[in-house]
């Protein structure tokens, strides 16, 4: 996968593209993260790229002009344009699945007010919002869409089981309960059916635990996923 990330502030992306699983998944040459400063593309001595909205009010906006042209300096016929917004759609997985199904990501980091409507309308294909809060700007919101997304890429996981089995995974539903070692701590036991190696009983109890844990956190999901069953 390719992505390109647009943003003001490209330091804030030095340190997490190189750690972890963003970092090993570059390693493996299972994703190409290429981080584009806005400033370049500022069309005046000052690398100016924001100003102040017509019609007044607070704060300011990002322009269209360096917005065209920093999109269009990486657009390819694959390319998927996502800007990070709290105007867009809720992060939900099967978002991030489907952004992991991309060739080419084109992410916009959000700044100030927003961006020129004609970016909006013109070049990008899917607004995002990771949450019903409002950050300092989109860095933050880009790197948690591309942890998600690349964590999906095939060989990016250590265990290929992991991005199944875990929360909002396959099933759609919270995770069970996990227990490693010692078997009691504190007076706290494990539970006797993971000890038992009767894998079908431990699947069941991990489903039954899954569904339990949903309706009391989140039943929402279950709406969500029973709903999505039936269309």
């Known amino acids: 996968m390719r992505v390109d990330i647009i943003t003001l502030f490209p330091e804030m992306f030095e340190g997490p593209l190189q750690i972890s699983i963003l970092g090993r998944a570059q390693q493996r040459d299972l994703v190409r993260v290429n981080v584009v400063n806005l400033r370049d593309f500022a069309h005046d001595n000052y690398r100016t790229v924001d100003d102040r909205p017509y019609g007044g009010g607070a704060g300011m906006v990002l322009k ?14 694959d390319a998927k344009v996502v800007l990070l917004t709290p105007q867009g759609e809720r992060l939900r997985q099967k978002t991030v699945q489907a952004l992991a199904a991309e060739k080419h990501l084109i992410l916009i980091c959000g700044h100030y007010e927003g961006v020129d409507e004609r970016v909006r309308q013109a070049l990008v294909d899917q607004e995002i919002s990771i949450g019903d809060y409002v950050l300092t700007n989109g860095n933050l919101a880009t790197l948690v869409v591309l942890d998600a997304v690349v964590r999906l890429l095939p060989g990016a996981l250590g265990c290929a089981e992991s991005a199944v089995t875990e929360s909002f995974g396959e099933h759609g539903l919270l995770d069970f309960p996990q227990y490693t070692r010692p078997e009691e701590y504190r007076g706290m036991r494990v539970p006797q059916v993971l000890l038992s190696g009767d894998h079908g009983k ?18 929402d999901l279950i709406t969500d996923r029973d709903s999505g069953d039936r269309q």
Not at 203 to 218: A, F, L, S, Y
């Open 202 to 219: 431990i699947e069941k109890w991990r489903q039954t635990q899954q569904r339990v844990r949903t309706m009391g956190r989140r039943p």
């Open 64 to 77: 269209a002009e360096p917005l065209f042209d920093a999109i269009e300096s990486v657009l390819s016929p």
